[in-house]
């Protein structure tokens, strides 16, 4: 009888493991419409949806990186820097805007190379690298517009986050492609299984022929694309590029990936996971915005959350 009701305990602690988060987010989502009915009309979904792209496009990247065992802590500073690149060439009249779209696509691409090829060759920390490159590439934003915000932007550079097709913003139609090239390329290719078996057991990942250099580096890669490809979308829905966008995404973005389920010991996560991750930051926000919670609290809420995530995580590996 007793190991009977402990195997019953122990599937149902396999199932929550699993889909935990799944339930986590429709509660949270029927708690506010309990206590907030504005919350499910359609403008406010598209608003929260809108405003979730931004971290959810970054949040992707992440995912990668962390199943690797690695972080980043740069791809708030990456934001800014793409974003200021981009923005300087989407003047009215100045460039096709495939020129700054693509500018700040490979300021960040770059970026990351730079994170991949020093953790992947040198042998250097993720986390002190990324750490640095977090001050540098905000400081390269700084001097790159002397401190000032980058404006005066093309009415076409403006659409990308401020267009509608169909009724749905244009940032969140680039999210979900996003979260599609993520399922794809983390789920369906023979990347996606190197990028697990490095994050499982990196030596033994090797010895079976596997280039973990190279995948490490195009991990990093990727996840500075994306952070360069965010920096796009924020700095023309905003209509302007500050050298100071992006402070603080780089928790949010970790955030939405440990939430999701994505282990920080590296070799396991999912892109649904995290994208459900960076959805209930979202609609956690919105919601207590809406509830006219303090922003202070927000802040304690998220932390809570995080660390209860983790716990769960490490409760789930004994």
Do not use: C
């Amino acid at each position: 009888m007793t190991r009977t009701v402990a195997s019953h305990w122990k599937k149902t602690g396999a199932f929550l493991s699993k889909y935990g988060i799944y339930f986590a987010f429709l509660l949270l989502v029927g708690f506010l419409a309990v206590f907030s009915p504005p919350f499910l009309t359609p403008d406010n979904i598209i608003n929260v949806l809108r405003q979730t792209s931004i971290n959810g496009i970054i949040a992707v990247g992440m995912t990668f990186v962390i199943i690797t065992g690695g972080i980043d802590l740069s791809v708030g500073s990456v934001l800014a820097l793409s974003a200021v690149i981009a923005a300087s060439f989407a003047h009215p009249g100045a460039h096709p805007l495939l020129v700054p779209v693509a500018l700040g696509l490979l300021a960040g691409l770059a970026s990351g190379m730079v994170n991949g090829v020093l953790i992947a060759k040198k042998r250097l920390a993720p986390f002190i690298v990324t750490l640095g490159m977090m001050t540098a590439a905000r400081g390269l934003a700084l001097v790159y517009t002397s401190g000032r915000p980058v404006i005066n932007l093309s009415n076409a550079y403006d659409k990308i986050g401020g267009a509608d097709l169909a009724g749905v913003p244009l940032p969140v139609l680039i999210f979900l492609m996003v979260v599609l090239a993520g399922v794809f390329l983390l789920h369906y290719t023979r990347f996606g299984r190197y990028v697990f078996a490095v994050g499982g057991n990196e030596l033994a990942a090797k010895v079976s022929g596997i280039n973990t250099d190279r995948t490490v580096v195009g991990v990093y890669a990727l996840t500075g694309a994306l952070a360069g490809a965010a920096g796009v979308v924020l700095s023309s829905r905003v209509m302007s590029a500050s050298p100071a966008i992006g402070e603080g995404y780089e928790l949010d973005a970790i955030a939405a990936v440990v939430i999701g389920g994505t282990s920080l010991s590296g070799g396991v996560g999912s892109i649904a996971g995290s994208i459900v991750g960076a959805l209930i930051i979202g609609v956690m926000n919105n919601g207590l915005d809406m509830l006219n919670v303090s922003s202070y609290w927000q802040q304690i809420v998220k932390g809570v959350i995080i660390v209860l995530a983790v716990l769960l995580d490490k409760k789930s590996k004994i």
